[in-house]
T-cell receptor
């Protein structure tokens, strides 16, 4: 299995909703990442987990809450988002310097 | 800090034309370099990589050579196809870490016409 699987593919949520994005990989990678990508821009790093511990938080607002339940799973819990949070959310995993493997992303729309 | 500069697009070519997308970088140490491709509505796919100076990465007819003397990693393809239409991102990963922050260029939109 050489894939990173993200669910759901599309999500529409209101500003008072709570939702979660899920990411799964079975490549044995020990680093996992959340990125946010706005249209026509490069991805921006949000969080890095290494060996299931949060290693980097790029000053992301607390309405985004990451969780790594085990070495294969990564979640991003969303609460009280703003319309400007609408974007493509990408999960990735990596091992050493082999390059990241990205998922197909969740396209999030906040209404 | 680390940075990546890509040639600005968009780039529009006819099928079978030669493609070059320039990429230069600034980094301390010895970074690994990557090209990613993003097709419409999809995530990023690793196109090719090079982990040390003078390495050549290649895949699907695309090539890029890690040039430390010019701090460059230009992407080339001899004959593009309509299916190559996508956004291309040059990126670097700082050396010495098993994980870390990929630094991306701004991306180059490529459109290939029949």
């Amino acid at each position: 299995d050489t894939e990173v699987t993200q669910t759901p593919k599309h999500l529409v949520m209101g500003m008072t909703n709570k939702k979660s994005l899920k990411c799964e990989q079975h490549m044995g990678h020990r680093a996992m990442y959340w990125y946010k990508q706005k249209a026509k821009k490069p991805p921006e790093l949000m969080f890095v987990y290494s060996y299931e511990k949060l290693s980097i938080n790029e000053s992301v607002p607390s309405r985004f809450s990451p969780e790594c339940p085990n070495s294969s799973l990564l979640n991003l819990h969303l609460h009280a988002l703003q319309p400007e949070d609408s974007a493509l959310y990408l999960c990735a995993s990596s091992q050493d310097h082999e390059g990241y493997t990205f998922g197909s992303g969740t396209r999030l729309t906040v209404v | 800090g680390n940075s990546v500069t890509q040639m600005e697009g968009p780039v529009t070519l006819s099928e079978e034309a030669f493609l070059t997308i320039n990429c230069t970088y600034t980094a301390t140490g010895y970074p690994s370099l990557f090209w990613y491709v993003q097709y419409p509505g999809e995530g990023l796919q690793l196109l090719l990589k090079a982990t040390k100076a003078d390495d050549k990465g290649s895949n699907k007819g695309f090539e890029a050579t890690y040039r430390k003397e010019t701090t460059s990693f230009h992407l080339e393809k001899g004959s593009v196809q309509v299916s190559d239409s996508a956004v291309y991102f040059c990126a670097l990963l700082a050396g010495g870490t098993s994980y870390g922050k990929l630094t991306f260029g701004q991306g180059t939109i490529l459109t290939v016409h029949p």
